[in-house]
């Protein structure tokens, strides 16, 4: 059994109890990142000096009462579009590659203050578009699983090195499902916190309404834990939400008897594989003998999520992506004879694809004319669909659904056509539309590869979707099913 | 009939400052004309009456007390700058 295979609580108590040291984990983390990436290729960045001498520091402190952090000791991995002071950050964009922060993301420096080690950066979709990591502008993250078939995106990197058991746990980034979706494609615990739960400061702005940092874990204990380290109101996000935070960890009782569960009938209808749809029913099966109840709801304005979302994330992407020209920071193209010229080729050899596009569509959407016909429609949508939510959550304690219509498809499969490939994320994006927050665990495999369950919650109550997750897994053992690599 | 034409993805990438081949010009419009037909089914709803929602948090205002306070120093701002000169950003000239 690796190290990786236990909780941050039994690996804490092992610390505690000076029966293992912090270098051990951190070597741990190493060598099986040498053993296994080269296969999966999560990782852009390793920071592996610094983690090591942090762990000889936190050693140094086992046994006093200066070992107080949540976090103590723990290797993590970090997406990379989030700022780590002295560690580069790419956004997964050749046009960052060179970029070294000179400042901490407020999530990262709670994680100092948790007294984690960040063992490195995590590959991406290229400023977090795309649903595969096949946009990241370095490489292609695969699956640990099935390394033919693509890990999710855009959070891959981060769901891929958890699911490979190289770090114990990852954070991400969730705008439409950047987070779920590829945990649930890699077998691992992801949650998209609230909006406004967790601080937004030091995370590169894709869709600034829409974006929330969130945790990646083996299992839903140890994502409450990490959820515990970093959420909180921040002075420096003037959308964090000055709201209490709950004790999450405390959530984990195991009861669910009498919660009230909807299960949305165009959650399970057309478009969802069977195979998933079973994986789900079977699990509303396992709650339902722990006491709970569940009844079949309507989502009517969901099919309208992912052209609700593309019309609004890429306006907001096109305003947020206007700072990388080559100005101020980031790789600056060659020969301009203007500062014109040199806004538009840096920008045009540094951008790929999926990044123009959705820059392309943000533009003309906000632009004379179409105003009206397009953004301001879509904004009109986004309230109908937060309706739906704001209904059904008004009665029930939960909604549940798979969190993707099928297993992680083969790299490759989607690419030419970005449609079918957005409409992958058509049960991830009603929820960040909705500013909900949402978890997805493992519900078993179909064919060899993972199958999340994906639980929705009230604004601001991760207490309860954690108090079902950890309910869920508790009464079965797909979370430790774990990929051969 | 397409919704978006050739000449009109050129002026969309001229105002997002992007430069653009005819070649790619021809998959972007091609593309962005899918992806807008697509979003045009959000006209089979009716939204008269219903107001946008541009966020989902009720947001207001809030102000900090004007007070100085350390941040990055000159040095630092500039650390990632690709090209600079006497603690200022050096770029191409803007006129002629």
């Given at each position: 059994m690796s190290l990786f295979d236990k909780k941050i609580s039994e690996l804490h108590e092992l610390l505690h109890k000076k029966e293992m040291k912090v270098s051990e984990l951190v070597d741990a983390?190493?060598?099986?990142?040498?053993?296994?990436?080269?296969?999966?290729?999560?990782?852009?960045?390793?920071?592996?000096?610094?983690?090591?001498?942090?762990?000889k520091y936190l050693d140094s402190k086992m046994g006093t009462d200066e070992m107080r952090g949540l976090l103590f000791g723990l290797?993590?991995?970090?997406?990379?579009?989030?700022?780590?002071?002295?560690?580069?950050?790419?956004?997964?964009?050749?046009?960052?590659?060179?970029?070294?922060?000179?400042?901490?993301?407020?999530?990262?420096?709670?994680?100092?203050?948790?007294?984690?080690?960040?063992?490195?950066?995590l590959n991406m979709d290229e400023f977090a578009m795309g649903s595969?990591?096949?946009?990241?502008?370095?490489?292609?993250?695969?699956?640990?699983?099935?390394?033919?078939?693509?890990?999710?995106g855009s959070s891959g990197g981060s769901a891929a090195s958890v699911a490979a058991g190289e770090v114990l746990f990852s954070l991400g980034s969730d705008t439409g499902g950047s987070i779920r979706q590829p945990a649930a494609f890699c077998g691992v615990v992801g949650l998209k916190p609230t909006y406004g739960r967790v601080s937004r400061f030091g995370l590169t702005a894709f869709a600034s309404s829409l974006d929330q940092i969130g945790p990646i874990t083996n299992t839903v204990e140890d994502n409450a834990y990490l959820l515990q380290a970093i959420a909180g109101h921040d002075p420096m996000d003037s959308t964090s939400a000055?709201?209490?935070?709950?004790?999450?960890?405390?959530?984990?009782?195991?009861?669910?008897?009498?919660?009230?569960?909807?299960?949305?009938?165009e959650y399970i209808g057309e478009g969802v594989d069977e195979d998933v749809k079973n994986r789900v029913m079977e699990a509303l099966k396992v709650l339902e003998g722990m006491g709970a109840e569940w009844e079949e709801v309507s989502l009517p304005h969901s099919k309208y999520g992912v052209a609700t979302y593309y019309l609004l994330a890429s306006?907001?992407?096109?305003s947020n992506l206007a700072r990388f020209d080559g100005v101020r920071y980031g790789v600056r193209a060659d020969d301009a004879k203007n500062l014109l010229e040199l806004y538009n080729k840096t920008r045009s050899e540094g951008f790929g694809d999926e990044v123009k596009r959705r820059i392309m569509l943000g533009t003309f959407a906000l632009s004379s004319g179409f105003y009206d016909a397009y953004y301001k429609k879509a904004q009109k949508v986004r309230t109908l669909i937060k309706n739906?939510?704001?209904?059904?959550?008004?009665?029930?304690?939960?909604?549940?659904?798979?969190?993707?219509?099928?297993?992680?498809?083969?790299?490759?499969?989607?690419?030419?056509?970005?449609?079918?490939?957005y409409a992958n994320d058509i049960l991830t994006i009603p929820v960040n539309l909705a500013g909900v927050p949402a978890i997805s665990?493992?519900?078993?495999?179909?064919?060899?590869?993972?199958?999340?369950?994906?639980?929705?919650?009230?604004?601001?109550?991760?207490?309860?979707?954690?108090?079902?997750?950890?309910?869920?897994e508790q009464a079965t053992d797909h979370h430790q099913n774990k990929p051969n690599l | 009939m397409s919704r978006i034409s050739k000449e009109e993805v050129k002026h969309v990438a001229k105002l997002a400052r992007l430069n653009m081949t005819d070649e790619e010009a021809d998959m972007f419009s091609k593309q962005l004309d899918d992806i807008i037909g697509y979003a045009e089914q959000l006209n089979e709803l009716d939204t008269d009456n219903v107001e946008p929602t541009t966020h989902v948090l009720d947001m207001k205002n809030v102000l900090r007390e004007d007070e100085v306070k350390p941040w990055l120093s000159n040095e630092e701002a500039l650390k990632n700058t690709p090209d600079k000169q006497n603690g200022l950003i050096k770029v191409p000239a803007v006129l002629e």
């Open positions: 983390s190493f060598s099986r990142i040498q053993q296994v990436d080269e296969k999966v290729k999560a990782f852009l960045t390793l920071n592996e000096e610094e983690a090591r001498e942090q762990a290797p993590i991995g970090i997406k990379d579009n989030i700022s780590t002071k002295g560690l580069r950050t790419t956004n997964g964009s050749k046009l960052q590659e060179n970029f070294v922060p000179v400042y901490d993301a407020t999530v990262i420096q709670k994680l100092k203050e948790a007294e984690t080690i960040t063992v490195g950066k595969s990591n096949e946009n990241s502008g370095f490489f292609q993250t695969r699956n640990p699983w099935n390394t033919d078939h693509v890990p999710g000055n709201v209490d935070k709950q004790d999450y960890t405390a959530a984990l009782t195991g009861d669910v008897k009498g919660l009230k569960i909807a299960v949305p009938k306006s907001e992407a096109s739906d939510f704001d209904q059904v959550l008004d009665k029930y304690d939960v909604i549940l659904g798979p969190t993707t219509p099928t297993p992680a498809f083969k790299i490759g499969e989607k690419t030419d056509d970005p449609l079918t490939m665990v493992p519900c078993g495999l179909s064919n060899g590869l993972p199958v999340g369950l994906q639980i929705i919650g009230k604004a601001f109550d991760e207490s309860t979707i954690y108090r079902v997750a950890h309910a869920y | -």
